[in-house]
């Protein structure tokens, strides 16, 4: 039996995927690509990314595969993880509609690229890998077992960390000084509290 926090996994899930991501994905297969620098090992951590968001979730949910890693918290927990699970998403959707046809899945440039500033991107720059993490959090308070709730995390770090610093060389390449006065004024996830004015 499905339980509560289970259930708002799956609800988050299919809000990101109908109204967020698969409409976002539709208009990038449709603009023309310039610069793609995109790698084998990026491609690798997607896919494990994706595994341990979006596949292994379902199976601890609905197979017996994992049930001797399963944990309980207390109702509170899974109501926090709701409201990160919330949290995620709006940073997510906040993102790709300041994007817009700037939006890609991969490390490119997009033809007629702009660089976004606005909305959330005036506090942080990679607003979607912060919502990544806040669904990280999240899975781990739904989920309620050590490997399908921490494989979000533990398989989303290695890609983070090597994918966001060549992110920022690509758009340093593509826009210069304009980009590197931005990245003075923001964060990368988490917004400049005590950054000393100039």
């Given at each position: 039996?499905?339980?509560?926090?289970?259930?708002?996994?799956?609800?988050?899930?299919?809000?990101?995927?109908?109204?967020?991501?698969?409409?976002?994905?539709?208009?990038?297969?449709?603009?023309?690509?310039?610069?793609?620098?995109?790698?084998?090992?990026?491609?690798?951590?997607?896919?494990?990314?994706?595994?341990?968001?979006?596949?292994?979730?379902?199976?601890?949910?609905?197979?017996?595969?994992?049930?001797?890693?399963?944990f309980t918290l207390p109702g509170w927990a899974?109501?926090?993880?709701?409201?990160?699970?919330?949290?995620?998403?709006?940073f997510i959707a906040l993102a790709y509609a300041?994007?817009?046809?700037?939006?890609?899945?991969?490390?490119?440039?997009?033809?007629?690229?702009?660089?976004?500033?606005?909305?959330?991107?005036?506090?942080?720059?990679?607003?979607?890998?912060?919502?990544?993490?806040?669904?990280?959090?999240?899975?781990?308070?739904?989920?309620?077992?050590?490997?399908?709730?921490?494989?979000?995390?533990?398989?989303?770090?290695?890609?983070?960390?090597?994918?966001?610093?060549?992110?920022?060389?690509?758009?340093?390449?593509?826009?210069?000084?304009?980009?590197?006065?931005?990245?003075?004024?923001?964060?990368?996830?988490f917004p400049p509290i005590f950054r000393k004015?100039?």
């Open positions: 039996m499905i339980t509560t926090p289970e259930w708002m996994y799956f609800i988050g899930l299919a809000i990101f995927l109908l109204a967020v991501y698969i409409p976002s994905l539709v208009r990038y297969k449709q603009l023309g690509k310039m610069r793609m620098q995109t790698r084998p090992v990026d491609a690798l951590l997607d896919i494990l990314t994706w595994v341990g968001w979006q596949v292994l979730p379902p199976l601890a949910i609905f197979t017996r595969w994992f049930d001797w890693a399963a899974s109501w926090l993880g709701g409201g990160l699970l919330a949290a995620a998403i709006l300041e994007l817009g046809l700037s939006w890609s899945p991969k490390i490119e440039i997009i033809e007629r690229h702009h660089l976004a500033t606005g909305g959330i991107y005036t506090f942080i720059r990679h607003p979607v890998y912060a919502g990544m993490w806040l669904w990280s959090l999240a899975n781990i308070l739904l989920i309620q077992n050590i490997v399908a709730g921490f494989a979000m995390a533990a398989f989303f770090l290695p890609l983070y960390l090597l994918r966001v610093p060549r992110e920022e060389a690509m758009l340093v390449d593509a826009f210069g000084d304009t980009y590197r006065q931005y990245m003075q004024r923001t964060g990368r996830i004015k100039s």
